[in-house]
């Protein structure tokens, strides 16, 4: 038990570490960033755009594959299909995440980062921005399509005001293309599963303290 607990306590102060060394995006939003890779290595996509089971509902911009002279291009470690909204499409665009009851943390690609780029998230109403992020909040802005440092891998975490009134996120830029793919989607457990998490635990420590037998004691 006292290993269980150490580990525990190891875990929060990691997560505090990486909440220390994470950048606003909002009252209750906090994101952070990694260079890109040519071969994908970020979390497992929820959404990237390549069939209907993984291709969440848009409004404007476009679904576009390759490279498109000055229009758009491909983001780093990106295959297949990706979302993109520039000046060629009609914007701004919307990704609706409405439909997921509550999230906890969102990860993507963002393609060739330019500081004319400019990602807001939308509450529930449709209306409210929570919080706002720039090409240049994420990179040095300059759209480089295949250095890693300007094709990140962005992770947005959020806390109990936003994770239950996250609508979707709206994307803008004023010359080429905003892209973005791979978009790994973790989900808030419900009360319920909490709840089974902490009688699991509690579980654990019972059993653990039932399989202590008291030393005998020696007779002289």
Known sequence: MRKLVIGLLGASALALASAANAASCGVDCSYSTTPGNAIYSGPTPTYDW??????PTTTNGAVVT????LLWSQPLGSTGNFYEVGPNTTQ???IDLSSISAIGSMSFIWGSADYYNTLEIIARDGVTVLGTILGTDVSDG???????LTNPIVTLTFGPLDQANIGGLRLSSSQNSFEVDNFAITGVPEPATW??????????????????????????
């Not at 300059?142 to 890693?148: K, Q």
């Not at 902490?198 to 004691?217: H, Q, T, W």
């Open 50 to 55: 390549d069939s209907l089971a993984t291709t």
């Open 66 to 69: 390759g490279n498109n002279g």
């Open 92 to 94: 701004p665009g919307f």
């Open 142 to 148: 300059s759209g480089n399509p295949s250095n890693p």
């Open 195 to 220: 709840a089974l998490m902490l009688l699991g635990f509690g579980g654990i420590g019972f059993a653990m303290r039932r399989g202590r037998k008291p030393a005998l004691a020696q007779l002289a």
